[in-house]
C-alpha cells in the first residue's frame, strides 16, 4: 500500500470515527415510573405544569376547554375556568404575577392573575397555540413546527429557534417544560420527547415513553403523550397525556 492509500484509509477511518461521535452525541432515555396518580379521563391535556408547589392544567376541546387547578393526589379540579365554546385552549404557563394561556387557531391569547385567576386581558396571537412554558423570564411556546418562539410578558416575539435532530428539523413540537436549562418538548403523535438546547435548539437527548401508559389502562378515547410538568420545590417529573387514565411522576434511565 502506497503511502497516499494510507492516508487516505486513515481518513476515511477518522470520519467514520467522528460520524460515529457525533451520532453518539444525542443521549437516548426511556422513563421509569416512580408514582402514579389518577388524572381526569376528560382531560384532554394541553398545558402542565407546577407553581407554588401546585399543580396546573389547561384542557383543550371546542366546548370543554379549561383551566384547572388539579389536586396531584387525586386528579380533581381545585379550581376550574371554563372557556366560551369559540376557544380551543392549549399550553399554559405562569410567569411573574400572570397566567398565560394559548388558544389553538383562533389568534388569541389570554393573560390571567395567577393568584386570583381573573381575567386580565386578551392578546392578538399571529400563529397557532400549542405548548407553553417559561425559563422565568421569557415565555417558551411552539406552534407544531419545529420552531420554538421566545416571547416577552406580552407575547411580543423576542427570537425564535429551529429544533434540529442531527441536523434535520423535527416537527410537531407539542407540550413544554423548561427543565434545568434546557426545553422538554412532547414530539405530538408519538412517544418521544426531545431536550433541547434552546440557544441552538439541538436536540441533546431524546426520552422514549413507548408502553408509558400500559394497554390495561387504554381504551378507544385515550389518545396521545401530552404534558410534561417539573416542580422546581420537589425536583420531580410528570408525565401524562390526553384523556389519560393516570399522571406519571418518571425518572429518565439511559438506554442500553
Ligand atoms: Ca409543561
Given at each position: 500500500m502506497t503511502m497516499r492509500r494510507i492516508y487516505l484509509v486513515l481518513s476515511i477511518l477518522a470520519t467514520a470515527l467522528l460520524c460515529c461521535a457525533c451520532e453518539t452525541k444525542v443521549k437516548e432515555y426511556k422513563v421509569k415510573v416512580v408514582k402514579e396518580y389518577p388524572h381526569d379521563t376528560d382531560s384532554y391535556t394541553q398545558g402542565l405544569f407546577f407553581h407554588g408547589g401546585d399543580l396546573y392544567e389547561s384542557t383543550g376541546q371546542y366546548g370543554s376547554s379549561t383551566f384547572r387547578k388539579v389536586d396531584?393526589?387525586?386528579?380533581?379540579?381545585?379550581e376550574k375556568l371554563d372557556f366560551n365554546r369559540k376557544y380551543f385552549v392549549e399550553g399554559s404557563v405562569v410567569l411573574g404575577n400572570n397566567l398565560y394561556i394559548l388558544t389553538w387557531e383562533s389568534k388569541v391569547a389570554f393573560i390571567y392573575?395567577?393568584?386570583?385567576?381573573e381575567y386580565k386581558s386578551t392578546y392578538t396571537y399571529p400563529r397557532e397555540g400549542w405548548g407553553l412554558t417559561t425559563d422565568g423570564k421569557q415565555l417558551i411556546a411552539s406552534d407544531g413546527s419545529a420552531r420554538l418562539y421566545f416571547l416577552d410578558g406580552?407575547?411580543?416575539?423576542?427570537r425564535s429557534v429551529e429544533v434540529t435532530l442531527d441536523g434535520r428539523p423535527v416537527r410537531y413540537l407539542n407540550e413544554l417544560e423548561f427543565i434545568d436549562g434546557r426545553v422538554w418538548a412532547n414530539v405530538y403523535t408519538t412517544d418521544l420527547i426531545v431536550i433541547i438546547n434552546p440557544s441552538t435548539g439541538a436536540v441533546e437527548a431524546t426520552v422514549d415513553c413507548t408502553g408509558l401508559l400500559p394497554a390495561k389502562l387504554r381504551d378507544s378515547r385515550t389518545d396521545v403523550l401530552n404534558g410534561i410538568a417539573f416542580?422546581?420545590?420537589?425536583?420531580k417529573t410528570y408525565l401524562t397525556g390526553k384523556y389519560w387514565k393516570r399522571l406519571y411522576e418518571v425518572e429518565l434511565v439511559e438506554k442500553k
Open positions: 396531584l393526589a387525586t386528579g380533581e379540579a381545585l392573575d395567577a393568584a386570583t385567576l406580552e407575547y411580543k416575539l423576542q416542580d422546581p420545590v420537589s425536583r
